[in-house]
Every structure is written in C-alpha cells, then in structure tokens.
C-alpha cells in the first residue's frame, strides 16, 4: 500500500478488495477537517479510566458503543474520502476496504492534525510565557 501522504497530497487510485480501481480525489483542507470533527466526536464518546497501576480499564459496553458509533461514521468517512456518496460506499466498498485502507487513512489525517495542532498551541502557550 502507499503510504499515505500520497493520498492526501494529490489525486491517487486505490484497488479496492473487489479488484476495481478507484481515484481518490486530492483530500483538501476541507476534507481534512470534516474527518478530524467527525473522529473527535466519535473519540469523546469514549472515555477510558484507569486502575492503581495506570492501565486503561474499558467497560464492555461502553466499547461495544464505541464499535458502534465508529462503524456508523465510517461511511461517511469513506463518502468523504472517496467524494462519493453514502449508498456508493456501502455498495462498492467491503470491511476488507473500510479497516484496511478507511480506517488507518482517517487515523492518519486525525493523528496529523493533532500533532499539528497541539504543537501550534504549545508554541504559542511557550511564546506568551517568554518576557523580552
């Protein structure tokens, strides 16, 4: 597989598990931002506590709704990608497609844009506490 960045720098194709080739259209700034809103909020929906050791403790159900909420939004995350809509995705794409390309691509530009940001802030938070 590609890495990537080359998917979201410009147009690509993608062979998806049925065989077919299908372009992927340059995934703009806007595309970008529509996927990083829509994990945020599936993210918030899970929140991990932990034990006297750190470790994270997941309650079943609230991984199940997890699961769920992540399965709903990933159509539209494909319908985004793809610039295809809803009905296209669920017809052409397969889980083979969704967890092996969707997936990892959406985490990518979310874990992009974290990093983007919160480097951005922590610059300005480190500039406003220097003194000249």
């Known amino acids: 597989m590609k890495a990537f960045e080359e998917y979201i720098e410009g147009a690509r194709e993608v062979t998806l598990s049925n065989g077919n080739t299908v372009e992927i259209p340059p995934l703009t700034w806007g595309k970008e931002l529509r996927l990083y809103n829509i994990l945020t909020k599936v993210f918030s929906k899970l929140s991990v506590s932990t034990d006297a050791e750190g470790n994270p403790q997941f309650d079943e ?13 990933v159509s539209e995350i494909a319908s985004i990608i793809f610039n295809k809509d809803k009905k296209w995705v669920e017809n052409n794409l397969t889980s083979k497609d969704m967890v092996e390309f969707i997936v990892p691509l959406s985490l990518h530009i979310f874990g992009k844009l974290n990093l983007g940001l919160t480097n951005a802030v922590t610059k300005l938070a480190e500039e406003a506490g220097e003194t000249p």
């Open 61 to 73: 159900s609230q991984v199940y709704a997890f699961m769920t909420a992540f399965a709903n939004d």
